[in-house]
Structures are given as C-alpha cells and as structure tokens.
C-alpha cells in the first residue's frame, strides 16, 4: 500500500512555486515563503523520496516539431505488447486502463507517417491486437514534455523484435517511415 502523501500547507506552497517555475532556485522559494532555504532543501528532499515531486528530462512538444500519437489498443495479452515496445526508441510509456481498450500507448516521431507505419507494423498485424485506434495530438493546451530515450546502441534490427530489418519493410522503402534509430537505415534527424 501506497504511502499517504500528508501534504501540508508549506509543501503544496512549495509544489505550487515549482510548477509555475521548475527552474526555482531552493534561495527563491525560501525568500517567497519567508522561510530558511536548509528548510525548502528538506521539504523538497522528503517531497521527492514520497513521490510528490520528480523532475522529467526531455523535449517540449509545444516548442519542437514533434507529433505525439495516442493508440488505444485492444489486446488480448496486454503485457506482450507491452513488451514489444520497451526499448523503442519512439514509445513514450504504456498505460493499462479499463474500458472498451485495455491499453493506450503513447508514441512521437518526427513525421505522422513514421508513427503509423509503427501501429500497422507491430500493432494492427499482432494477433493479441483486437483494435488499435490512433489519435495525433495537435497541440497541448499546457507545455508537455517528452522524456525521449536519447542513447542507445546500434544494432542491424530494431529493438522490437519483429524480425524485419528497416531495408527490407515496406514502409521505410516506400518512404512511409524514417526508420528506426538503432539501425543504419535511420533517415530522420533528432536521433542522427
């Protein structure tokens, strides 16, 4: 069982500080609130060890010229396609979620072609795949950011294990998709 978070005044002060500005320094929210910094560091030590408060990495999809796919997926075995996905470069997380769809998978690319090519490619040919319905993101409302795998080996096939290499699918010879970036055949820019 979940630890209960027993957030006071002073923490949701500080958590709120921090979400209109995640570059705050510890002297500022101290000054703002008229408290001590050793303070602050200590409220934002234990916010952090109970999971109220973490810090993400990555691209803002309102500022770089990324598309974002949401795919509501109907899976008989959620976890393999869970599976497939976990060293792709283009997944962003995994969610199981009740209703009609058992999962929602979250993708970005640099092109919305190389994101459907990805839900044809492992998605609507998987036989534990029911239905797979993808929606493009056309803009957030809130600045979003993307913590995108930036690092990774190389490898002739992709890390999805579906046995294809990008030179012989027929979305990346056809143009429809840029590619992994594991592989040599990579043709977009963020990862090259």
């Avoid at 934002?44 to 990495?57: D, F, M, W």
């Avoid at 997926?73 to 283009?90: E, G, H």
């Avoid at 009609?100 to 994101?115: K, Q």
């Avoid at 080996?153 to 990008?166: A, K, Q, V």
Wanted: with cysteine; proline share 5%.
């Amino acid at each position: 069982m979940r630890e209960f978070l027993d957030l006071d005044k002073r923490d949701r002060e500080i958590l709120s500080l921090l979400e209109q500005d995640p570059e705050m320094s510890q002297n500022d929210i101290a000054e703002k609130l008229k408290i001590s910094q050793p303070s602050v560091s200590a409220r934002i030590h234990k916010l952090k060890q109970k999971g109220a408060l973490a810090h993400v990495v990555g691209m803002n999809l309102k500022k770089v010229n990324l598309y974002m796919a949401k795919v509501d997926v109907m899976a008989k075995n959620t976890s393999s396609v869970l599976d497939i996905f976990k060293d792709c470069p283009y997944f962003l997380n995994g969610l199981i979620v009740s209703g009609e769809h058992n999962l929602c998978l979250f993708f970005v690319g640099e092109d919305i072609a190389t994101l459907e090519a990805i839900v044809d490619g492992h998605l609507r040919n998987n036989p534990v795949v029911t239905s797979a319905e993808v929606s493009i993101v056309i803009t957030p409302l809130k600045d979003l950011i993307l913590p995108l795998k930036m690092c990774f080996g190389s490898s002739d096939t992709p890390p999805c294990g579906n046995g294809c290499n990008c030179k012989e699918c027929a979305h990346h010879i056809s143009n429809r998709c840029l590619g992994c970036p594991v592989t040599g055949s990579y043709n977009g820019t963020i990862w090259k």
